[in-house]
């Protein structure tokens, strides 16, 4: 099976930068997605196709991709950042979908 | 603005199956591929599977034996069915809108929370 990993979790004080990695074999050949989950809510997109900012997304949030690893970047930080981020992609041939394990992310 | 909505029965007894239904507005559903994904609760997102073109679909290996997910294309909705339920099949599902050729998922239905229990 294809698997993707995160840090579970990642501390940061206001107006700081926190950054969440995620690596996977297959992120040679598939693009990264990034979510942000607050209790009670559905995922919402932040980041698409390892860089790309959608619509209505602060230009706070930023994304990298490096070999088999890409990076989230809060660049700094606020309260209302705090929240669940979990990266996505597929596997090689785009069989199958895959998330990484979900990092919490705490303002301190 | 492209819109979806899960609908369904919130509680399901062990060994039955589960079914539920996505109600997909302001895009054509042929024009995507579509998801299904599952949160249990307190943990990470696990994905289900996908529909693509044709009738095409691809799911999860841990769960492939058990799901079902078809398209009606008359209705603009699509469908999940996961036989023979358990108390770990309690999550909240989500629908959801796939990017084609670089599988990202753009668009996220609200989720509905179903519970397994006798």
């Known amino acids: 099976s294809y698997e993707l990993t995160q840090p579970p979790s990642v501390s940061v004080s206001p107006r700081q930068t926190a950054s969440i990695t995620c690596s996977g074999d297959a992120l040679r050949k598939q693009f990264a997605y990034w979510y942000q989950q607050k209790p009670g809510q559905a995922p919402m997109l932040v980041i698409y196709?390892?860089?790309e900012r959608p619509s209505g997304i602060p230009e706070r949030f930023s994304g990298s991709s490096s070999g088999t690893t890409v990076t989230f970047t809060i660049s700094g930080v606020q309260a209302e950042d705090e929240a669940d981020y979990y990266c996505?992609?597929?596997?090689?041939?785009?069989?199958?979908?895959?998330f990484g394990g979900g990092t919490k992310l705490t303002v301190l | 603005q492209v819109q979806l909505q899960e609908s369904g029965p919130t509680l399901a007894k062990p060994s039955e199956t589960l079914s539920l239904t996505c109600t997909v507005s302001?895009?054509?559903?042929?024009?995507?591929?579509w998801t299904w994904i599952r949160q249990p609760p307190g943990k990470g997102l696990e994905w289900i599977g996908y529909h693509y073109y044709s009738g095409n679909t691809n799911y999860n290996p841990s769960l492939k034996s058990r799901v079902t997910i078809l398209v009606d294309t008359s209705k603009n909705q699509f469908s999940l069915t996961l036989s023979s339920v358990t108390a770990a099949d309690t999550a909240v599902y989500y629908c959801?809108?796939?990017?084609?050729?670089?599988?990202?998922?753009?668009?996220w239905g609200q989720g509905t929370t179903v519970t397994v229990s006798s």
């Open positions: 996505q992609s597929a596997d090689s041939t785009g069989t199958y979908l895959v």
């Open positions: 196709k390892d860089t």
């Open positions: 302001g895009v054509s559903i042929n024009s995507y591929y």
């Open positions: 959801a809108r796939v990017e084609p050729d670089t599988y990202g998922i753009d668009v």
